[in-house]
């Protein structure tokens, strides 16, 4: 009997992995592998992808090359690492590893993995023997830090060059900020060789797991960028991030080119309520309480950097932050901030009324509701609790009480609203529309579904403002796009993200078969080596389904274009759906029966040469549009100086003109914050593009009146 099993998990062994691997793993000293499980899940997610999700799509030569240059961007974006003898050995796999995923042979991906990290590691030793070695400062060379559309390097003389001129800016940035004495000197190569140790000694403790995670990745972006696949670790991290409350500083943190990034910020966190960061800072050190030592944390795993950044509830934590938008040599700007805990849910509906001056020198007054997510609960709900937490209900409240305080005009600010409940952004239209129409959703069998307002009568039916930003997703999307197509409001602000798909959350231990499941439970005698509660298989979050507006034309990659439209710092070749190659495209549906409420049109254009004249005539709109400018020009540039005199020149010019800026602002009696020119002695948080958004509410109660 015994026999019998050992050879059923024999043939189910050779079933699941293949008879041979590609590539011998074994012959690679000291290489990560692949376990059984990895094969598995691989073959299994691939069996996904071409049976329920919304591409279907057939791992044929394309999409094989599609997954190797994901898998190559992966692990070296920036071209600092591998060798062109790297990837030319690589391309043999360019055109087959599709068919080897749904094989379940991992093999070629780790391999591709484990040369990366053994040039990685060959061009840290190198850096740590230039810490020491000399470096003449007045030559003036460029150090190329974004190679990204550089050639790989043909020879390692190329790459030692690269990274002599790497440590060698390294050392010019924090000899400009902490002086040239040799006890500064002295210090700062302490601080260098310190920084590459620390890479080094971290690289060395990645494991198969974590190859893992980045190979599952690059397969999930061939297909498209929300189908996302996560490791058991990853897993429970974002399981555990689901109960909505964590303590820290209250910012969501992203890795680009070896730094942490700020990536969102939460609502109701110590960063948020500071106003102390912006999206796309970038943290270079960290220090605990309020007299630790800084610790350099640039090329640091972001895991390992967000345990140093989160803390207990009541601790200190100080941040070095290069602001959004300036060089990596400009000075960083130290922040302190007081962690707390961050509670996710209370990301609620707020309002505020504001008062504005109309161009026809009338005061209106306007209500305010600011919308960072579409939440529900949905516990609650299912238990049918009459108190039941949601998005709807809050916001008909806080209209019910606007109306009270007479308001004149509502705006609903739906900037960084990256989505959420589907069901909310439907009920929330409707507090502004009578019964109808609100989004069509097709799945993957090409059924289209109608999701409709039921319920007769509307809560407001006044003015209607709604502001969008390039990080207004899906059901933001949903919301302003029906308000646009029933002609209920004005839609004001930048391109939305363009996210039309939504996507369902699969426990792999659904996914793998009893079979398999027998196979890997004889291997997996003994510890796992898995933390306490992380699932066992991980799972998949797939795209399932895509959203239309009424008219027929899909939310997808386009997003919401607004009535009144203003420039924007993030560019939609950057950020959004329309800068991810894989998105799935734009296409439209019928439309379904609707009755606009108006047209909007002839007021919408008169609105529009009201605005453009007072922008026209406006200073602080000319700084945005600078700002605008400088950041272009600085994301296009790829190098910078190695000369010293000349590298402080730059900095010290950075200085004067954000000085100068600084001063015209104070005699506007405005200063800079996030999104534009804030007010601080009308009401605080009052940004620019608000305050001109509530300008243009002014108007459109101005014009309706007559």
Not at 150 to 170: G, L, T
Not at 211 to 216: E, G, H, K, S, T
Not at 334 to 352: F, G, N, P
Not at 554 to 562: D, F, R, Y
Request: hydrophobic fraction near 35%; include cysteine.
């Amino acid at each position: 009997m015994l026999k019998k099993v050992l050879f059923a998990l024999f043939v189910v062994a050779i079933a699941a992995c293949g008879s041979k691997p590609r590539v011998n793993l074994d012959a690679e000293t000291g290489a990560l592998k692949p376990t059984a499980q990895h094969a598995v899940i691989a073959k299994d997610v691939v069996g996904l992808f071409e049976s329920i999700s919304y591409k279907k799509v057939p791992f044929s030569d394309s999409i094989s090359s599609v997954i190797f240059d994901n898998l190559i961007k992966a692990v070296d974006q920036g071209k600092n690492y591998l060798m062109q003898s790297d990837i030319d050995g690589f391309e043999q796999y360019r055109n087959s590893l599709g068919e080897d995923f749904r094989n379940g042979d991992l093999s070629a991906a780790y391999h591709v993995f484990n040369v990366y990290m053994k040039r990685y590691l060959e061009r840290l030793d190198y850096a740590l023997t230039q810490v020491n070695a000399p470096h003449d400062f007045s030559v003036d060379e460029q150090y190329i830090y974004n190679r990204e559309k550089e050639a790989w390097f043909a020879s390692e003389a190329e790459a030692n060059d690269q990274w002599r001129k790497r440590v060698k800016y390294d050392l010019l940035n924090l000899r400009l900020s902490g002086g040239s004495t040799d006890s500064a000197t002295a210090k700062q190569k302490e601080t260098l060789t310190n920084r590459y140790k620390n890479l080094i000694s971290m690289a060395k403790k990645t494991d198969n797991n974590e190859a893992f995670q980045v190979i599952m990745t690059a397969l999930t972006d061939a297909i498209d960028p929300h189908t996302s696949y996560f490791n058991p670790y990853f897993a429970q991290r974002f399981n555990e991030d689901m109960a909505n409350t964590f303590e820290g500083i209250g910012a969501r943190l992203s890795m680009e080119n070896e730094m942490v990034k700020v990536a969102d910020i939460i609502v109701g966190g110590p960063v948020y309520k500071e106003k102390a960061l912006k999206i796309d800072d970038r943290i270079i050190a960290v220090a605990q309480g309020k007299d630790g030592e800084f610790e350099d944390i640039i090329g640091w795993k972001l895991d390992h950097a967000v345990s140093k950044i989160k803390g207990p509830k009541g601790t200190i934590v100080r941040l070095k932050v290069i602001p959004a938008g300036e060089e990596l040599t400009a000075e960083p700007k130290i922040v302190s901030l007081t962690r707390d805990r961050v509670v996710i849910e209370d990301e609620s509906a707020k309002s505020e009324i504001k008062e504005v001056k109309g161009d026809d020198g009338k005061t209106y007054r306007v209500g305010i509701i600011s919308l960072p997510k579409f939440y529900i609960d949905f516990e609650a709900y299912r238990k049918n609790d009459p108190n039941y937490k949601s998005t709807t209900r809050d916001v008909r409240l806080l209209l019910d009480s606007l109306k009270q305080k007479n308001v004149d005009a509502v705006v609903m600010d739906l900037r960084f609203n990256g989505g959420g409940s589907l069901q909310e952004s439907i009920e929330l239209t409707g507090l502004f529309i009578d019964n109808g129409p609100v989004v069509q959703v097709r799945d993957t069998r090409n059924q289209v579904e109608v999701n409709s307002d039921r319920e007769n009568g509307v809560v407001w039916d006044g003015p209607l403002g709604v502001i969008i930003n390039r990080f207004s997703a899906s059901a933001s999307e949903i919301f302003a796009a029906a308000i646009q197509d029933y002609g209920r409001g004005v839609i004001l602000g930048s391109q939305s993200y363009g996210k039309g798909t939504v996507q369902s959350a699969i426990d792999m231990s659904r996914v793998i078969s009893p079979t398999d499941r027998l196979l890997l439970k004889a291997q997996a005698d003994g510890d796992d080596g898995l933390p306490a509660g992380a699932p066992q298989f991980g799972q998949i979050n797939i795209t399932l389904a895509k959203f239309y507006r009424i008219t027929g034309s899909s939310t997808q990659h386009k997003g919401v274009e607004p009535d009144i439209v203003f420039p924007s710092l993030y560019s939609a070749e950057k950020y959004g759906e329309s800068s991810e190659p894989s998105a799935l495209p734009w296409d439209q549906i019928k439309a379904t029966d609707f009755a606009p409420v108006a047209d909007l049109k002839p007021i919408i254009t008169q609105l529009s040469k009201m605005h453009q004249a007072r922008m026209d005539s406006s200073q602080a709109y000319k700084f945005l549009l600078e700002d605008i400018d400088t950041m272009q020009k600085q994301e296009s540039e790829t190098s910078v100086t190695l000369q010293e005199d000349k590298l402080k020149k730059e900095r010290e010019d950075s200085r004067l003109k954000s000085k100068s800026r600084t001063d015209a602002l104070q005699q506007m009696n405005m200063t800079t914050s996030l999104g534009g020119v804030v007010a601080p002695d009308v009401n605080e948080g009052l940004d620019f593009i608000q305050e001109e958004s509530l300008s243009i509410m002014a108007d459109y109660v101005a014009l309706e009146k007559r």
